[in-house]
């Protein structure tokens, strides 16, 4: 065990500087960077012997005394018995009931990206007027079995429930905010239906207006298996290997404010192009029954918002928009209502090297 003073950077940025006559007795003789846990929370010690913890972020005030030791599933800090101690105990806990709220829900919390274990037409956390851009694909209602919801309501249901998300997100984007919309074109799985034309007039109700759709090629024909009256002009079913996107916007097309842009002019001339071309996302790669590929919320996120901007994810799933906010220079929010899903997502975060990124904030 060995005691230290939290430092002010420490606090804010949710690091602990192991000293360096405690490393060989806390450590012993270990291979840097580690991943580790504090108090049961995922943490990371980089090659400057510094614990990375979402968990540490303003968990103690500066100038606190801590002791920290390693056990068999992690490290364990706490506060040590001093005259602080009582101090920073009632401060700690008078910003826990002020933010009981808020870290009830929230799952993971670095500078730039919050993800929500939460239902997004029930959380209070997304203040109104806050968002920049929505990039999602929501559940489709074409029975893809998730974890811990329901995908295959009747169809005046599922209109339902979009109508009340699509509120919920008019109410927390901005006056210029925008939405990039991921949805089927239409299905026939339990029935044919015109999804993206339902859709769309339901969020023209709302409030939303239309500015346009992207057709998004897939290129993936190949998973076609219902052909209805087979060489036959009885009854055949025509399908579209295409989903699509449509954008909309709450009150003003152009941004109101000045930004910066970090799209590259091959890919606006591109992406500008109401046609995409790329591939899906393997299910079993990703270990979600229903991932996007990065590419997508990176071509939005690019061409309809500005470096620094907001972007909220409503339906988190495997947290694709967050690494795509995370590479792009972009903050994110995103909401799952699914725990494994938060865990599958963070996992992802890792592996992206969000907290290398976060390194590279330190002064």
């Not at 009340?164 to 026939?188: A, E, Q």
Request: proline share 4%; net charge neutral; hydrophobic share 35%.
């Amino acid at each position: 065990m060995i005691e230290k003073v939290v430092e002010k950077m420490e606090s804010q940025k949710g690091f602990l500087q192991i000293p360096t006559k405690s490393r060989q007795e806390l450590f012993g003789d270990v291979s840097l960077p580690l991943m580790t846990s504090v108090n049961g929370n995922r943490a990371r010690l980089d090659e400057y012997w510094r614990i990375w913890s979402p968990f540490l972020k303003n968990k103690f005030n500066a100038g606190a005394h801590v002791k920290i030791s390693r056990t068999e599933s992690g490290l364990l800090v706490e506060l040590t018995e001093n005259k602080n101690a009582e101090t920073e105990t009632k401060s700690t806990e008078e910003k826990q009931i002020l933010t009981q709220n808020i870290d009830d829900k929230l799952y993971f919390k670095t500078d730039s990206i919050r993800i929500l274990n939460d239902d997004f037409l029930e959380t209070n956390v997304i203040e109104e007027n806050s968002i920049d851009l929505v990039v999602t694909s929501p559940p489709y209602n074409v029975d893809v079995q998730y974890e811990k919801y329901r995908d295959d309501i009747p169809y005046d249901e599922y209109l339902v429930f979009t109508r009340k998300w699509l509120t919920k997100c008019y109410n927390v984007v901005k006056n210029d905010g925008r939405m990039c919309l991921n949805i089927p074109l239409d299905k026939n799985k339990g029935g044919q239906q015109s999804v993206c034309a339902d859709v769309t007039a339901i969020a023209k109700e709302v409030g939303w207006k239309y500015h346009s759709t992207i057709i998004w090629n897939e290129q993936n024909i190949s998973r076609r298996t219902a052909w209805g009256s087979w060489l036959s002009a009885s009854a055949p079913f025509v399908i579209a290997p295409v989903e699509v996107i449509v954008i909309l916007y709450k009150k003003t097309w152009e941004k109101q404010r000045k930004g910066k842009s970090d799209i590259k002019r091959d890919e606006f001339i591109e992406w500008t192009n109401g046609v995409w071309n790329f591939s899906g996302e393997s299910r079993n790669k990703i270990g979600h029954p229903s991932p996007f590929p990065i590419e997508l919320p990176r071509r939005c996120i690019k061409l309809f918002s500005f470096v620094g901007d907001t972007v909220l994810d409503p339906f988190l799933g495997s947290g694709t928009t967050m690494i795509a906010c995370l590479e792009n220079k972009r903050a994110g929010i995103g909401v799952e209502i699914n725990r494994n899903y938060c865990e599958l997502a963070v996992r992802r975060l890792e592996k992206h090297g969000i907290f290398q990124k976060k390194l590279m904030e330190i002064p």
